[in-house]
């Protein structure tokens, strides 16, 4: 028996099974184990934040304390909760994600930041824009950008198939159908002009992905992590490709991992375009680099 079998076994009302897996999970070195218990037990239950609350003394069922049980074990096994509830929100769009997909996360909001800011010193948010996603995954920059963009048209790229899938179910279900995706490797099967060109490309080195903590390196997808040696070689290729399809006075913004803000700053410079600061995430680290093609 797991020591999540054990704690649900033991406790036979919500509020008391709520505190078992909370402890089971701080044991385990869970970063956020009473969040983590509370967002799985409602999920198990099927409860929102208000009824589980209401249902503290609430007598589980065999039935429910089973469930409980698989989502903990689930979670003792450093499975993400997004992936055990199937979603996570991002820019306030609930995104549902597969094996195929990263689970997006808050640091890449700085991007769809970056993007916005681009686009409001320079034009309109009501023009009619063309946007690319490259290495859209679940769709999470490119419909959070169409969600504040009433007239703009988004293309995302992938080279998992699955992941395209969710990325359209998730345009489909959001309304935001203003969207295509193509499956190709970056840019390659793309044809320009795009006024705005946005990805959270590859960017941990090979030698790297091993340390990473086991809820990624274990469950997001490797060909969404791995960016080479030095953890470049997917700025390059998106380097080689934005001088054709950006439209003059367009904007790349990229995403950045630790300490890659000045040599991919140099790449895209050596390709004819002009780095502009980075954009700071909420931690203070350099996390958007944005990208100005001359008009």
């Given at each position: 028996m797991t020591r999540a079998d054990s704690a649900v076994a033991q406790a036979h009302i919500v509020a008391a099974a709520r505190r078992e897996l909370t402890a089971a999970f701080r044991a385990a070195g869970i970063e956020t184990p009473e969040l983590d218990a509370r967002v799985l037990i409602s999920h198990a239950l099927g409860l929102d934040h208000a009824g589980l609350a209401a249902a503290d003394m609430h007598r589980l069922t065999a039935e429910e304390q089973d469930a409980i049980a698989a989502v903990g074990r689930r979670r003792l096994n450093r499975e993400p909760v997004a992936r055990i509830l199937g979603q996570k929100e991002f820019w306030s769009l609930p995104l549902r994600v597969n094996d195929a997909t990263l689970v997006p996360r808050p640091e890449t909001e700085t991007v769809v930041e970056a993007a916005l800011a681009a686009i409001d010193a320079r034009s309109s948010r009501a023009n009619k824009l063309r946007i690319?996603?490259?290495?859209?995954?679940?769709?999470?920059?490119?419909?959070?950008?169409?969600?504040?963009?009433?007239?703009?048209?988004?293309?995302?790229?992938?080279?998992?198939v699955s992941a395209l899938i969710?990325?359209?179910?998730?345009?489909?279900?959001?309304?935001?159908?203003?969207?295509?995706?193509?499956?190709?490797?970056?840019?390659?099967?793309?044809?320009?002009?795009?006024?705005?060109?946005?990805?959270?490309?590859?960017?941990?080195?090979?030698?790297?992905?091993?340390?990473?903590?086991?809820?990624?390196?274990d469950f997001d997808p490797r060909l969404a992590l791995d960016g080479g040696h030095d953890g470049l070689d997917g700025y390059r290729e998106i380097a080689a490709a934005t001088q054709e399809i950006l439209a003059p006075g367009g904007y790349l913004v990229v995403e950045l991992g630790v300490g890659q803000a000045e040599p991919a700053a140099a790449l895209f410079a050596a390709a004819g375009l002009a780095p502009l600061p980075p954009r700071a995430d909420l931690n203070g680290a350099p996390r958007a680099l944005m990208v100005e093609k001359a008009a």
């Amino acid at each position: 028996m797991t020591r999540a079998d054990s704690a649900v076994a033991q406790a036979h009302i919500v509020a008391a099974a709520r505190r078992e897996l909370t402890a089971a999970f701080r044991a385990a070195g869970i970063e956020t184990p009473e969040l983590d218990a509370r967002v799985l037990i409602s999920h198990a239950l099927g409860l929102d934040h208000a009824g589980l609350a209401a249902a503290d003394m609430h007598r589980l069922t065999a039935e429910e304390q089973d469930a409980i049980a698989a989502v903990g074990r689930r979670r003792l096994n450093r499975e993400p909760v997004a992936r055990i509830l199937g979603q996570k929100e991002f820019w306030s769009l609930p995104l549902r994600v597969n094996d195929a997909t990263l689970v997006p996360r808050p640091e890449t909001e700085t991007v769809v930041e970056a993007a916005l800011a681009a686009i409001d010193a320079r034009s309109s948010r009501a023009n009619k824009l063309r946007i690319a996603d490259l290495g859209t995954g679940s769709g999470a920059i490119a419909l959070a950008l169409l969600s504040e963009l009433p007239n703009a048209f988004a293309v995302g790229t992938d080279l998992s198939v699955s992941a395209l899938i969710m990325a359209h179910n998730n345009a489909q279900r959001l309304g935001l159908s203003r969207a295509a995706f193509v499956a190709c490797t970056m840019a390659n099967a793309l044809r320009g002009p795009f006024d705005i060109i946005v990805s959270n490309p590859p960017y941990i080195p090979s030698g790297e992905i091993a340390a990473l903590a086991p809820e990624v390196r274990d469950f997001d997808p490797r060909l969404a992590l791995d960016g080479g040696h030095d953890g470049l070689d997917g700025y390059r290729e998106i380097a080689a490709a934005t001088q054709e399809i950006l439209a003059p006075g367009g904007y790349l913004v990229v995403e950045l991992g630790v300490g890659q803000a000045e040599p991919a700053a140099a790449l895209f410079a050596a390709a004819g375009l002009a780095p502009l600061p980075p954009r700071a995430d909420l931690n203070g680290a350099p996390r958007a680099l944005m990208v100005e093609k001359a008009a």
